[in-house]
């Protein structure tokens, strides 16, 4: 009995000190999340270029400004827009530094060499100091002496260096002692704000606290469908979750289809799409969409008439992740040491984005050969047969995405990218005599302009570009090859193959931002995404029939003066954004004769009506009968009727 006493006493003896362990970790753990602060702004431009002072610069391109994490250098090294803060020389002692316009409790920067591929450019050893009037520094020390700190090792990968104890101050500043190359260097840093000074520069760089109550995290792969579970549990009348197909590595590429019927495309009611996440890293879009289904789903349910109308009059999808395993790449470095790379493409090395059917350059060998439309069709272009051979180079994510496309008649969509903001349109690709409009160019100028003018941000004209000059002229649009030129684009297929007209978003300057910025990044593009939506719901709709009611799908809808077409779907309904305006609409199908009608558009939002009955033609019949007798012209004596 002794025996079995004492056992039992050092079996309660390690439960106890594995207790005493598991909450000296825990409270270790607290601690250093309580000792680490979020980014102040550097890389999201929340923190403005004045805020941001250096010793000297080896250019204007080259200047403090220049010095945010993750900066991009320009399409041109050695101009205005290159990819680094640099020293002018390392002949004295050189800075940069922050002012953060308030008293901040700083806990770490993340330091980076430069953006280049002509420069090994880093600093590997620095000194940090803190100051409250920028006059009188004082210098981190461990109680002896300055502290070194150690940077980087190569230009690209982030380092974050946390102080092992936090500094109050309202400036921090950087003095570079050894680096690689040339002294070159690019940072964010943390902090958590004490106090405010009360003014119009302060205000700036406050974060927003959105009123809404939503999950403002991020969401890995088995968070993001354990929050889509829930939205389909609270709302289960108007969500259905769906997938679309598989990655490379097997994951499922999930789909919320919010709906008064869901499942089901009904008469009439146009499809909508949101896609993100075609490259991993590129988060915000993600987060936007996922926090788009929470508020749908509960403004839904309280009765908001604006979305309640929304959800009623038009079949929307939302696909927050469409390279799930870019996203597990990038994601296991966090949103502060991924570099500008890491995980942007699939597993397989694609980008997806770029890996669609190149159906531009078919179309424009055709114009110069005066094919078009007789031979070659400037809408609704078929997939190449080479595209879809087994062995083809294309990424089993887009085969999944052209099969969804395929499936379901989409009308408008848009897809987010990251690392700006601004709006793109198609063409992306560009022609070589440098006409890059679309036939519906004004379309989607107007299309683009309704998400960048309801963003709160994106036409500041005094904030420039994120990476670049503001290449929008204050109005955060721009013709996507007119920016970056890229063949194989989903905007250029989806325009060319389909009837749905394809933007790309770029809401943020910050690929990845850290969980304490997506309030205001959900306040920056809430009214957008709305706004976008309702769009699809501009120009005209209606259905073709024959004349006993049926209907007739795939015939075409064209507008006089825009030389692309839509078709209808298999129910016989067609949908058209068209700008305000007076339209010459003909709808033709094979085997019908024609119809013609006069269509207005209007500013409101609500699509004109406007219905085709077509006759049966006799064309369809005489040229059975010239089939069956040889092709032989109509006035031969050999003719059978």
């Known amino acids: 009995e002794e025996a079995v006493a004492r056992r039992k006493r050092r079996v309660r003896q390690r439960r106890a000190n594995g207790q005493r362990r598991k909450a000296r970790r825990k409270v270790s753990k607290l601690q250093k999340e309580e000792r680490k602060c979020p980014p102040i702004g550097m890389e999201s431009h929340r923190i403005e270029d004045d805020q941001i002072l250096s010793s000297s610069m080896l250019r204007h391109g080259l200047g403090a400004q220049r ?103 309202r400036y921090i500043r950087l003095y570079p002692l050894t680096w690689n190359g040339s002294l070159c260097m690019r940072l964010e840093v943390l902090g958590c704000p004490l106090s405010s000074i009360h003014n119009y520069y302060s205000l700036q760089n406050e974060v927003m606290t959105s009123v809404d109550n939503l999950d403002f995290r991020h969401h890995n792969y088995k968070d993001m469908r354990q929050l889509m579970k829930v939205v389909n549990e609270e709302c289960p009348t108007i969500t259905r979750i769906y997938n679309i197909g598989k990655s490379f590595r097997g994951l499922k590429i999930y789909a919320m289809e919010i709906s008064d019927n869901p499942g089901e495309h009904e008469l009439g009611e146009p499809e909508f799409r949101y896609t993100a996440g075609i490259h991993g890293n590129e988060v915000l879009g993600r987060e936007l969409l996922l926090m788009l289904m929470q508020f749908i789903c509960k403004e839904f349910k309280d009765g908001n008439p604006r979305i309640r109308n929304l959800v009623t009059e038009t079949r929307i999808h939302l696909v927050p992740s469409l390279n799930p395993d870019g996203y597990e790449i990038a994601s296991q470095m966090g949103s502060e040491l991924g570099n500008w790379a890491l995980g942007h493409w699939n597993e397989e090395g ?180 709305l706004t976008f939506m309702e769009q699809v719901h501009r120009g005209i709709k209606g259905t073709v029939t024959d004349q006993q009611g049926d209907p007739i799908a795939n015939a075409s809808i064209s507008v006089m003066g825009i030389k692309h077409d839509v ?37 409101d939002i609500g699509a004109t009506q406007c219905n085709f009955i077509l006759s049966r033609s006799n064309w369809k019949r005489i040229r059975e009968i010239i089939a069956m007798n040889g092709n032989h012209p109509l006035g031969s004596e050999r003719i059978k009727l």
């Open 567 to 603: 078709q209808t779907a298999s129910g016989g309904d067609y949908w058209r954004i068209l700008n305000p305006g007076e339209y010459r609409v003909t709808a033709k199908a094979e085997a019908y004769n024609p119809s013609v009608k006069t269509c207005s558009v209007f500013y």
């Open 67 to 169: 010095g945010r994490l993750n900066m991009q250098a320009g399409s041109n090294e050695n101009d205005y827009f290159d990819g680094a803060w640099c020293a002018e020389d390392d002949s004295s002692i050189q800075w940069i530094q922050v002012d953060t316009r308030r008293i901040t409790k700083f806990t770490g920067v993340i330091t980076q060499g430069r953006d280049s591929l002509l420069h090994e450019d880093f600093v590997t050893t620095f000194y940090i100091g803190f100051s409250n009037d920028s006059q009188n520094w004082l210098m981190y020390s461990n109680g002896y002496e300055e502290m070194l700190f150690y940077g980087n090792v190569d230009k690209d990968t982030p380092v974050m260096t946390e102080f092992p104890e936090p500094k109050v101050a």
């Open 350 to 529: 694609f980008d997806l984005f770029e890996n669609f059917p190149d159906l531009n350059s078919i179309l424009w060998a055709a114009e110069e050969r005066k094919w078009v439309p007789h031979r070659v069709p400037n809408h609704h272009m078929p997939v190449p047969d080479h595209y879809l051979a087994e062995g083809a180079a294309v990424a089993v994510e887009v085969r999944a995405i052209l099969a969804w496309m395929e499936k379901i008649p989409f009308v408008l969509g848009a897809n987010f990218q990251g690392g700006e903001k601004l709006i793109t349109y198609p063409f992306n690709m560009a022609r070589p005599i440098n006409e890059n409009e679309t036939p519906d160019h004004a379309i989607f100028r107007w299309l683009a302009i309704s998400y960048a003018s309801a963003h709160l941000t994106m036409t500041e004209t005094f904030r420039g570009g994120c990476q670049d000059q503001d290449v929008t002229n204050g109005m955060g649009i721009v013709n996507g090859a007119k920016w970056k030129p890229q063949a194989g684009s989903l905007n250029d297929f989806s325009y060319l193959h389909s009837n749905c007209l394809e933007l790309s978003i770029y809401p943020g300057c910050d690929k990845f931002p850290h969980e304490s910025e997506l309030p205001q990044e959900w306040e920056n593009n809430k009214e957008s995404l």
